[in-house]
């Protein structure tokens, strides 16, 4: 229910393929830093940091486990880069893995959900939430997923 049906399989993925999660993820985070940055400059300046630490976060727990280590993925500046930080390890990509990535991600959306409670902003958290939820759409569906090779991954359409 939750694995897509397989499209193609992509060793690698050029800009023609992951340029619609580029846009998102690049609107994700510009949308983030307008809902932050009228209340707080501090939590302006300190979110781009957090995005930085998210990033740290995502390739030690998740991406150098992952066949696309060293390699273009679904998702821009995570594989593609993550050889720059850490070495690879040769051991099985799980729900561990997955478990990283929900976390690296959280410290990319925790300010703006935040300020958007606190400040009870519906119609910029009507936009991010949906911006967001587009994203993980057009990637677990679409682009990312459907596509992959990583079979051991818990979201591949091959996993078993
Ligand atoms: S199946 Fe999806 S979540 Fe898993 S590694 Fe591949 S693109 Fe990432």
Same mark, same amino acid.
């Given at each position: 229910?939750?694995?897509?049906?397989?499209?193609?399989?992509?060793? *690698?993925?050029? $800009?023609?393929?992951?340029?619609?999660?580029?846009?998102?993820?690049?609107?994700? %985070?510009?949308?983030? @830093?307008? =809902?932050?940055?009228?209340?707080?400059?501090?939590?302006?300046?300190?979110?781009?940091?957090?995005?930085?630490?998210?990033?740290?976060?995502?390739?030690?727990?998740?991406?150098?486990?992952?066949?696309?280590?060293?390699?273009?993925?679904?998702?821009?500046?995570?594989?593609?880069?993550?050889?720059?930080?850490?070495?690879?390890? *040769?051991?099985? $990509?799980?729900?561990?893995?997955?478990?990283?990535?929900?976390?690296?991600?959280? %410290?990319?959306?925790? @300010?703006? =959900?935040?300020?958007?409670?606190?400040?009870?902003?519906?119609?910029?958290?009507?936009?991010?939430?949906?911006?967001?939820?587009?994203?993980?759409?057009?990637?677990?569906?679409?682009?990312?997923?459907?596509?992959?090779?990583?079979?051991?991954?818990?979201?591949?359409?091959?996993?078993?």
């Amino acid at each position: 229910m939750l694995r897509p049906k397989r499209n193609q399989r992509i060793a *690698e993925f050029s $800009f023609s393929r992951n340029y619609s999660n580029a846009i998102l993820l690049g609107l994700v %985070f510009a949308c983030g @830093l307008a =809902v932050i940055w009228p209340h707080s400059l501090l939590a302006a300046a300190a979110y781009p940091g957090l995005w930085a630490f998210s990033y740290l976060v995502i390739y030690a727990g998740t991406c150098r486990y992952c066949v696309y280590y060293g390699k273009k993925c679904p998702i821009p500046l995570e594989g593609s880069c993550v050889h720059h930080f850490f070495e690879k390890k *040769e051991a099985p $990509f799980g729900c561990r893995q997955l478990f990283w990535a929900t976390v690296a991600y959280g %410290f990319r959306v925790i @300010l703006p =959900v935040i300020f958007i409670f606190k400040y009870q902003m519906a119609g910029w958290g009507t936009l991010y939430f949906s911006i967001l939820t587009l994203f993980w759409i057009i990637h677990l569906r679409f682009t990312g997923c459907p596509n992959c090779i990583n079979v051991q991954c818990p979201l591949n359409p091959e996993h078993h």
